[in-house]
């Protein structure tokens, strides 16, 4: 029999899929994850033959070694930064992701982290939770109109390319971005104009959205020299990974105004925040929820599932990130 590993609790349609291949299943029972040591001795409790993984399991050289019987780590997760796919190339692994799981959930929920700090929404509410409101008052809490505003889009992959639309064709802005590779459709549909550079994208954009994958040269992306380049009255948006952000300098330049704003649904030392960080009043952050629907939950459970089933049953797993 078969045996597949689960490191944290997922929507059950995966695991029913999985037992109904005829697969031996084990979860972790802890409601956390695992620290690195512990999974590896969960690990060699069994000759398993697929691991399911969160974005949480660090799925390293120790890990694999640990699991020689392993053909395939299966990440529930869009991002996949936390596989090793260097030594699973050369192992002859598989690794896994779930591209589509929630990817256009999070474009909704940046413009959701968007219009908050542009409307002040979060603001607002505390301000009439705190007992402050007296009535209408022409000077309380102006907010920012965002039509014709520039807004910049670092990365134009499934859910850059959304946001921009969101923001061309909903918002009636005009859309600059950067990327490693052009993204022509973006420019043609969608009037999106191309820059070769970071910097030229972040001197002229009046809101900077984030999408890229963490990785090394992804890694303090945005550093306390591109903050500088921004405009004072900037805001950056961050539903990517925490990483690509030095929260740490981001910090610093919203306390010196050096930008006006910012909205972060991950964070560079998750699940702890930057000292300061949580004090700011011209910051909106979420506890990494961009992709939270009942339904994307599903879609990520039943498409990590499938991709455990493909590799058991002898077929390349359709979303294989090991190239």
């Known amino acids: ?39 590896m001795q969960e690990l060699k409790k069994k000759d398993y033959d697929a691991v399911l993984t969160l974005l949480t399991d660090i799925i390293d050289a120790d890990v694999i070694n640990a699991v020689p019987s392993v053909k395939i780590f299966a990440n529930y997760a869009i991002g996949y930064n936390n596989l090793d796919i260097k030594i699973a190339k050369e192992k002859g692994i598989y690794m896994s992701n779930t591209p ?30 705190n007992g ?18 520039t807004l910049g889009i670092i990365g134009t992959g499934r859910i850059g390319a959304n946001v921009a639309r969101k923001g061309k064709f909903g918002f009636g802005m005009n859309v600059v971005y950067y990327d490693v590779k052009r993204n022509e459709e973006l420019e043609k549909e969608d009037a999106a104009k191309f820059y070769s550079t970071v910097e030229e994208v972040l001197k002229i954009s009046d809101i900077v959205s984030i999408h890229v994958p963490l990785m090394e040269s992804t890694h303090h992306l945005i550093n306390s020299d591109r903050l500088k380049i921004m405009k004072p009255s900037a805001i ?14 981001l910090v610093s330049a919203l306390k010196n105004g050096i930008i006006k704003g910012a909205g972060l649904d991950v964070f560079e030392f998750e699940p702890d925040l930057a000292k300061g960080l949580i004090e700011l009043s011209k910051i909106v952050i979420t506890p990494h929820i961009a992709s939270a629907t009942e339904e994307a939950r599903l879609e990520m459970s039943t498409v990590s599932a499938q991709n455990i089933i493909d590799c058991l049953e002898g077929i390349a797993p359709r979303n294989n990130v090991v190239l």
């Open 1 to 39: 029999m078969k045996k597949v590993y689960i490191t944290r609790q997922i929507p059950e349609v995966g695991i029913k899929m999985l037992i109904d291949k005829g697969y031996e299943v084990d979860i972790n029972k802890e409601d956390r994850p695992l620290t690195k040591d512990e999974l």
């Open 100 to 129: 589509s799981g929630g990817a256009e959930r999070v474009a909704e929920h940046t413009w959701a982290l968007i219009l908050a700090l542009t409307c002040r929404i979060v603001e607002g509410d505390l301000y009439l939770r």
């Open 132 to 149: 402050k409101y007296k009535g209408w008052d022409p000077m309380l809490l102006h907010g920012e109109r965002i039509e014709g505003m």
């Open 236 to 249: 950056l948006i961050n539903t990517s990974r925490g990483p690509v952000i030095d929260e740490n300098a």
